[in-house]
């Protein structure tokens, strides 16, 4: 796979990753800053690099296996993987402003 066709894929797993939410926040995981980084391997493999708002977050299983079945739905995707992962810990600076907003935090 060549680099455009790896940007293309990232391209369409961000837009996926912005149909992900956490059940208890009314905004999705990407806008949250909780996408830490994306890996796209030359076989089509997709790795995320991921946390949570919180370490015992009772929607991690649901939202992990959501975001699993939504990019391994995009067309050129042969597997996902992801990692959850709490270092650096997640703050509210990670958030988009879009996000900000949307939780009245500005």
Avoid: H
């Amino acid at each position: 796979m060549d680099i455009n066709s790896k940007l293309l894929l990232e391209e369409r797993v961000v837009k996926i990753l912005k149909t992900v939410y956490d059940p208890e926040i009314p905004v999705n995981v990407y806008d949250l800053g909780l996408i830490y980084g994306i890996d796209v391997s030359d076989s089509g493999n997709v790795k995320i690099d991921m946390t949570l708002t919180a370490p015992n977050c009772p929607a991690s299983d649901f939202i992990v296996e959501d975001i699993r079945m939504k990019v391994e739905s995009i067309e050129g995707v042969t597997g996902a993987d992801v990692n959850i992962v709490f270092e650096p810990e997640w703050t509210q600076d990670m958030m988009t402003e879009e996000a900000k907003l949307e939780l009245g935090l500005l």
